[in-house]
């Protein structure tokens, strides 16, 4: 069939139909409200962040430096979101030289939901790659995998950055291990009041 031309057979295909119908179960214990962010890696830190700011109009929000990523990483800002996209260079010594989604994040309104998805993601054995508090943003998280690999976030409590653009310094940055950790050591200003507090692990 030629490109552009609509096949109106295979979109009323019984399989078209049941991926339709696909959807979330009854009784889900946390509710995805948007993507949050997209990571990105790429061969060029400096060229893509010229497109990103110069062409895009992204502004930047931190840097880490190689030390604490190889390659650099650049987290940037289209609202008040302290990262909307982020971008990983290519570190010394990398496998890979093909540009390739690092992770996808995904908010929940409220740090309750992220307990929740933790205890979901390991009553269906998803395997769980990091749970706590990150570093720039701030953001409370499970880090996880997708049946193909890919890396995937569920966080809440994304830094927000006013019209002063007036960005957390890192001396408040509380990066920690595991949920319970986040709960004990928030950083300035986030509330780490848990509506249901037996969602917290002994």
Not at 20 to 38: A, S
Not at 121 to 129: G, S
Not at 159 to 170: A, K, L, T, W, Y
């Amino acid at each position: 069939m030629a490109r552009g031309v609509i096949d109106w057979d295979a979109l009323k295909s019984p399989e078209i139909g049941a991926m339709r119908e696909m959807g979330p179960p009854q009784g889900l214990p946390f509710n995805i409200t948007k993507i949050g962010h997209v990571v990105l890696v790429v061969s060029d830190l400096e060229r893509s962040l010229d497109f990103y700011t110069r062409i895009l109009g992204f502004r930047v929000s931190d840097v880490y430096p190689d030390t604490m990523m190889p390659g650099r990483m650049v987290f940037m800002r289209c609202n008040n979101d302290h990262h909307g996209v982020a971008l990983v260079g290519q570190g010394e010594g990398a496998k890979s030289r093909h540009k390739e989604l690092h992770h996808m994040a995904f908010e929940v309104a409220t740090l309750d939901e992220v307990f929740r998805a933790r205890e979901h993601l390991q009553k269906h054995k998803v395997p769980i790659d990091f749970e706590g508090r990150r570093r720039a943003g701030v953001q409370v998280a499970v880090e996880f995998r997708d049946p193909d690999d890919h890396c995937l976030e569920i966080f809440w409590g994304l830094d927000q950055v006013g019209s002063g653009g007036d960005i957390r310094p890192p001396d408040e940055w509380r990066e920690v291990f595991s949920l319970e950790d986040a709960l004990d050591n928030a950083p300035p200003g986030q509330d780490m009041t848990l509506q249901d507090p037996s969602l917290r692990r002994k």
